[in-house]
């Protein structure tokens, strides 16, 4: 391996051109950075090179990238030396083995989604030395193609290596992702952070995935606030029950961030909304499992899977 200290990163592929990817690849470019946007969808690609993405809200500008392609099998030929995975945590055995096909000593490959254990499917393939896991600390959702809409940004977002060997790497990644104005620090606690926001998520997004309502409503209405209080309660059961430290302020700092999320719809609602299949195996399902491994009951998050899944069946 080259000297991981002083890694710095140059090329970038961001895979998936939803919100949470074109963010990434729009600070990205203003940095100065070679990026290269990849998504299955072509539509959603067009503007990226062209009129450039838009985002507007707590981060604002219109940026264009340098590329675009439709195949992960494309992304060699741009000779990336970071890539991100930006798909929802579903699509991850496909993209792990797509880039398996190409992967080399040296290429790093990111986790920047929401999810728990994302990062280890992408390690099953890839290896742990090539494997970084993120977690990302805004709301978004595309307003059209390469259009985002960000109504909250509450930076530093945080990457770990799995495997100490490549630390050097995610601070490179991280410094790289800092001077485009993405805040981003290296961090030795990632698992505690991925299950902090893995809560969050496990009780937002099904709750409005459900409901249709957004995180202030559903907040705000005093029958669905019981069905997320109860539900972060289990899921820090869960936590606790697998020596995950989520923290003594937790509890009153989840309820404040879900609160202070406005008119925010979750990717899930957003997912169900454009009959897409949700990550809702790798957010309540992993609490699910989880307890079940340290016999700790959870039928708040039992009942809000099967629920997501029985949405997802008429798709
Ligand atoms: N939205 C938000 O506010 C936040 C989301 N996150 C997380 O970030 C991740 C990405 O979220 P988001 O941007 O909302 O996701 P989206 O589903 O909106 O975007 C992902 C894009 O990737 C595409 N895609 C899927 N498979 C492939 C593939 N094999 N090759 C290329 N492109 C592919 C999808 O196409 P198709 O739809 O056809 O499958 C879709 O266009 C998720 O884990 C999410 O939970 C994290 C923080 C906030
Ligand atoms: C809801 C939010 C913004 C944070 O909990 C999120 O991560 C998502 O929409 O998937």
Known sequence: MTDKQSFVPKTFAVIGAGPVGCIVSAFLAKGGHEVVLCDVVP???????????????????????????????????????????????????????????????????????????????????????????AVVNYGCGLAGPAHVKIPFHHPPHYIQELNPESAGAARGIAQALTDCGLTTRHTDNIIAMVWRKGVL???????????????????????????????????????????????????????????????????????????????????????????????IETPYNITLQSLVKGLESRL
């Open 201 to 295: 998520n496990a009780c937002m997004n099904p709750v409005c995935a459900v409901t249709g309502l957004t995180m202030s409503q559903a907040m705000n209405d005093p029958i669905i606030f019981n069905i997320v209080d109860a539900l972060v309660k289990e899921c820090v059961k869960v936590a606790r029950a697998n020596e995950i430290l989520l923290g003594w302020e937790y509890y009153p700092n989840a309820i404040e961030y879900m609160r202070n999320a406005g008119n925010h719809k979750p990717s899930m609602l957003m997912d169900i909304e454009n009959g897409r299949r949700t990550e809702i195996d790798y957010i309540n399902g992993k609490f699910v499992e989880y307890g079940r491994r340290s016999g």
């Open 43 to 133: 539509d959603l690609l067009e503007p990226a090179t062209k009129r450039g993405i838009i985002i507007e809200g707590a981060e604002n500008m219109t940026q264009t990238v340098s590329h675009t392609c439709t195949s992960i099998d494309a992304l060699p030929g741009y000779n990336p030396d970071v890539i991100f995975v930006t798909v929802k945590a579903n699509a991850l055995p496909l993209i792990a083995s797509a880039i398996e096909g190409f992967h080399n000593k040296g290429l790093y490959v990111v986790s920047w989604q929401n999810g728990i254990d994302t990062e280890l499917v992408l390690a099953n393939s890839l290896g742990r030395e090539a494997v970084m896991r």
